[in-house]
């Protein structure tokens, strides 16, 4: 089993920053990717940022958030943080994480994290 512990999200003013941050823990043998997604009521999970954690891998972005989030890990912590500056009342959602992790003796599989609710609101 893996588990992935969220923190970070919270209430801020359009215009300021947060960082979340997702560490996973438990039976990893290697992780293959991370990444955040969101979702508000009613509408579809969404990705926000995502990196793939082979070498020469890409890290994608939503459009609505190109310019204004930027996803890094550090590797030693299986820790991916997302670092979301100039925010606006529309990132306001609950953010997962994403991880696709690999255990010993088991294929590839998805894992998320609990949620953190981010409100962006003056």
């Known amino acids: 089993q893996v588990q992935l ?32 997604y969101r979702q508000v ?5 969404e990705l926000v940022a995502a990196m793939s954690f082979i070498p020469g891998g890409t890290v994608n972005y ?5 310019g204004r989030f930027a996803i890094s890990r550090e590797n030693e912590k299986n820790t991916v943080y997302l670092q979301m500056n100039n925010l606006k009342p529309e990132d ?7 991880a696709e992790v690999t255990s010993a003796g088991w294929d590839p ?8 609710q981010v409100t962006v609101s003056s």
């Open 5 to 36: 512990v969220e923190s970070g999200g919270g209430l801020v003013q359009p215009g300021g920053s947060l960082r979340l941050s997702c560490a996973a823990s438990g039976s990893i043998l290697s992780i293959n990717a991370m990444g955040w």
């Open 41 to 45: 009521p009613g509408k579809e999970r």
């Open 62 to 66: 939503a459009n609505s958030v190109k």
């Open 92 to 98: 306001t959602a609950v953010y997962y994480c994403n």
């Open 109 to 116: 599989y998805d894992y998320w994290g609990q949620g953190t």
